[in-house]
């Protein structure tokens, strides 16, 4: 009898599992035909609502079921810029790995797309620069901008002007370490075709000086005097070209500002000779002291204030003795139009310091610490390091 009733159980057992597999099966199919649109309906349900972190675990589901799809792709990422994530690694894996692979993914899928193009090689550049302490990053950028170009129509001004992060990169690599005279004449077509596409492209003008200084530096360092003449003319010309589109640009006056520094202080290096040629050339720092009283705050970077208020740069070489009050004049003005500009922020607690002021300059680093996180983004990415970077000038200072 116990034996049938076993029997009879068993039986009840297999047709019940039989059936759950047929259900967990049907399952099965239904998410693999419907969940993907499912999961888009679930994440736009989610948008609605304010809740972008779940609206991008919806759509990365979606996504993981179609990876072609470039609507969802793109709404994966609107998702995500409008995420903070809760700790300091999964905001680094959401920036680095998730918004970057899409940005990767959209401009496999659009290659003879510029804007795709130039949407993924900006966020690499900028990243690349965060991590410009290795050649191997400007070669591993390089790379991905050759992979970029495969596609594109090359003869387009659009396409052209994404010429200008090759160049860049190849400038800061000449920077580290002995490039090849092809990459040296690449990165200088590259530069001019730029140029020529995006004429207001400053930017790409100021690289082709940098490399035009860095040819000038070399052939000082051989010492054949056409070769250094020839190199100066160059390095002379590229400025000049700056003048007419951006005379009045505080970068273009910067950067001309740099170069006649430069040059006169290279004509002696004797310690009489160095205190000689920088008293001669005080007056030198007004245009660009003006540019900057002149020109709209919002518009003065922090990277240009820093480059030219710090220790060593030109106005330190021609203003030694108030060339940090200059600068912390300016500084707290455009800060009281960009009071969120961390690195501004960061750079105005170096200022302090190097003024004395330390209990001020203790509390400036701290409102960087204490600024709450921002949504995924680089800026964000930067935020939490220069934290970091508070705290160690907090306890060096102390």
Known sequence: MASNVNVKFVVILACSLLALAGIVAGAAYMT????????????????AAGDFKEASLSYSKAVSHVPTNIEW?????????????ETDLEYMQAYGEHYLGILDRLAAL?????????ELLE???EQSLMNSG??????NFINSCESSYDKLDMSTPEAKSLLRYRGFATVKSMAVVTTSSSDHDRAIADLETAIEADPDDIDAYLQLSQLRRLDWLQARNVGRPTQIAAAFEKLEESIESMREPFGDDPRFIAKELDHQVEIALRADSSVQGQKRIRAGLKGLEEPLLEAFQECDPALLSSELLVNTFSPGRSIWNIRRDDFNELGMEIT???LEVRPDDFSLRFFRGAQLMVAGRFEE????????????DIPISLD?????NMRMSSLYQQANGA
């Open 32 to 47: 693999l035909t419907n969940s993907a649109e499912d999961h888009v309906r679930m994440g736009d349900q989610h948008v």
């Open 110 to 118: 659009q290659p003879m797309d510029p804007a795709a193009q130039r």
């Open 134 to 139: 290795s050649s191997q990053t400007w070669v």
């Open 361 to 372: 300059s203790d509390q400036m680093y701290q409102t960087i610490i204490d600024m709450p």
């Open 380 to 384: 964000g990415v930067l935020l939490k």
């Open 73 to 85: 792709l793109n709404k994966w990422r609107g998702a995500l810029l409008n995420t903070i994530p």
């Open 123 to 125: 966020a690499r550049y």
């Open 332 to 334: 707290e003005r455009v």
